[in-house]
């Protein structure tokens, strides 16, 4: 069997897909609970950073699902720009016009602003609180852009040239993060560092095989296991130390969250999805994700405007409870609204 391969089933990188989408939720229903730390009892701010610690992986897992399905393509690069990248500026446009009027909506003064204020507005503060999603979208935009480039680099090549790239993508991960940055000289390796190092990751382990290793399963959830408590507990102890929240092992390019990511990616690549029901969910989630992605935050906060948050019924039922209502009225909002004429190219 050949050490490379590219599976022509893709439905692995799917159920990745889904359990990205419902974590980003979980992730931003569990965030505030941590920022109140020693302002709660230890035991709900311990559930929110066992509960967050497990989801760290959701945005490295959707860029390196990026680089595994869009990198071994071949682009013209004008249908390319025409099909790929549209695909995402027009729900972009779409949606944070929704965030903008919602915004200016619930402002004390309401649309009565200034003229060039209410062309600020996506920059202040207010603003943020509603679209601070948005980050991901201007990264995956810049991404996209660079794909047919990186496209045919890695089709030329060789293991140990992309093993070389992802090294010193490691490399200024490492130098970047504050925890080991003052003990390490400031090489500027800033070219090989960012989110295009998690697009070749992806695209590599997608088609790297494992199958010669034995119990791969079982190996790579003790990677992602290990990742997880690496941040759970690396987390609580700088926090205590600083007195503070400390967010440090919760960054995406700490290396604990890379570990878990890795994990996580090599343990979907080798699982198998066989339940009927499972794949009727999954094909409705993997379906509206990006429409689901762009609507949560707005969904969230009119739940938590009616009571709805991760705190009712306690922490432990509340956290994930909060999700899945939150999952199920984003992904209907978004099936009803790309049953609108248009509705398909607009809302993701």
């Known amino acids: 069997m050949s050490d490379f391969e590219q599976r022509e089933d893709t439905s692995w990188l799917d159920n990745l897909r889904v359990v990205a989408t419902i974590s980003v939720i979980l992730l931003h229903v569990a965030a505030p609970f941590l920022y109140k730390f020693e302002k709660i009892s230890g035991f709900n701010w311990w559930t929110a950073n066992v509960y967050d610690s497990l989801v760290r992986f959701c945005v490295p897992i959707f860029v390196m699902i990026t680089g595994a399905l869009l990198l071994p393509k071949d682009y013209q690069l004008n249908d390319y720009l025409k099909k790929r990248v549209t695909r995402i500026i027009f729900p972009f446009l779409f949606w944070i016009s929704i965030y903008l009027i919602h915004v200016l909506s619930t402002l004390k003064n309401g649309f009565k602003l200034p003229f060039w204020e209410m062309l600020n507005i996506g920059s202040t503060k207010v603003a943020y609180k509603t679209t601070y999603h948005f980050w991901y979208i201007y990264m995956i935009i810049g991404i996209y852009l660079f794909i047919p480039i990186l496209s045919k680099w890695v089709k030329k090549a060789t293991e140990k040239d992309i093993l070389y790239f992802l090294m010193l ?121 990006f429409g689901i992605y762009f609507v949560h935050i707005l969904v969230l906060y009119y739940m938590s405007r009616f009571g709805m948050n991760g705190a009712v019924f306690g922490v432990v039922f509340g956290i994930p409870l909060t999700t899945v209502i939150c999952l199920t009225i984003s992904g209907l909002i978004i099936y009803l609204l790309k049953k609108l004429p248009f509705g398909d190219k607009l809302v993701g």
């Open 169 to 289: 993508w490691v490399i200024a991960i490492i130098i970047a993060n504050p925890l080991f940055s003052k003990y390490i000289p400031d090489f500027n390796l800033k070219y090989f560092s960012g989110f295009v190092g998690y697009v070749v990751l992806g695209y590599y382990l997608s088609i790297r095989n494992f199958e010669k290793i034995k119990h791969i399963r079982i190996i790579s959830f003790l990677i992602f296991a290990t990742g997880v408590l690496l941040t759970v507990f690396g987390t609580y102890f700088l926090s205590k130390y600083n007195g503070r929240f400390t967010i440090d092992l919760y960054t995406y390019f700490s290396p604990n969250v890379i570990i878990a990511t890795i994990g996580l990616f090599l343990f979907f690549k080798h699982s198998h999805l066989v339940n009927p029901q499972l794949k009727a969910i999954r094909k409705f989630i993997n379906k509206h994700s």
